[in-house]
């Protein structure tokens, strides 16, 4: 059952969503079998915490699940994908849509996909660095396009430049708070504190989003 509106769930409520019901109930039946996640029905996507969507081939049809799951959940649900492959675009795009984590398929097995999601649910990422670089990369071109009509960078403090920089760069939050001598409550602050300020979706979003402002 989800929980109520005043409740708060012990575990992430994780949906999944697959091009086929065999790999979709697989993949169900290993989460609901362990006490770190609560598997909710499709029906039950504006009250989950994570989408789970394996799909053989990133789509239109797959960008459009994402962004209805991200409209539903009112911007909160985070989303793990299992793909074969992703292009530069849609990777962005997905971004767009919530997109936390990108797990290549061919090589992921139940037990990566369950700890992605328990890692997406506390805000953490799990993007190959070939993806994180292609994504950096198209930020900066959009970047240089934007300079062109004005745009100006949103205002950030040194910290939250810091912080960001140490994202982009593929540390955790443990990480950065050891390497700038903070909490890790206080980086987790920090992060929250400009995704909310930037109406951003997650950590992926505002690394992207503050090297497309030139801020990094």
Known sequence: ?????????????????????????GTAAFLEADERV??????????????????ASVSGKTLSLMSRANQTSGGRVRIVLVADHISEQQLALAVNHGLVS?????????????????????????????????????????????????LLPVELSQREVDVLQLLAEGMDTVEIATKL??????????????IRRLELRNRTHAVAYAIRMGIL
């Open 102 to 150: 990108f797990l290549v398929r061919p090589y992921t097995s139940f037990s990566q996909i369950l700890a992605a999601a328990v890692e997406a649910h506390h805000g953490r990422a799990v993007l190959p660095p070939v993806l994180l670089s292609m994504l950096l990369d198209r930020m900066r071109t959009m970047q240089r396009t934007d300079s062109h009509s004005g």
């Open 38 to 55: 609560e598997l909710l029905p499709a029906e039950d996507i504006a009250d989950a915490d994570v989408l789970i969507v394996l799909t």
């Open 1 to 25: 059952m989800p929980a109520g509106k005043d409740e708060v769930r012990p575990v992430p409520g994780v949906v999944v969503q697959a091009d086929d019901l065999l790999t979709r109930d």
């Open 181 to 194: 001598s903070y909490s890790e409550r206080l980086i987790k602050s920090v992060i929250q504190a400009v």
